[in-house]
């Protein structure tokens, strides 16, 4: 499971999903955005690559487990 932020230095969320998404054996490899971004198109634009789940922040406990809760069960499916 990959934890990453939207926007990083060097290279933004969307360009990383892209190339982690190319390669083969990690096309089913859940990934959990972090984003203080609240721009939902753009959010909805990275999930079309294969984002598995976000969490808006500030996060609490309970939306970081439920999004690693939601990985979880995308794996087993």
């Known amino acids: 499971m ?7 230095p060097e290279l933004d969320g969307y360009n990383t999903t892209r190339n982690i998404r190319n390669i083969s ?3 089913n490899l859940p990934i ?5 971004n609240k721009n939902k198109d753009l ?6 690559l294969g984002l598995t789940a976000y969490i808006a922040k500030p996060s609490t406990k309970q939306s970081i487990l439920k999004a ?7 794996i087993a499916s």
């Open 2 to 8: 990959i934890f990453m932020d939207l926007f990083m």
């Open 25 to 27: 054996h990690c096309k």
């Open 32 to 36: 959990v955005a972090l984003t203080s």
């Open 43 to 48: 959010i909805r634009k990275w999930a079309t």
């Open 68 to 74: 690693v809760e939601k990985a979880k069960r995308a």
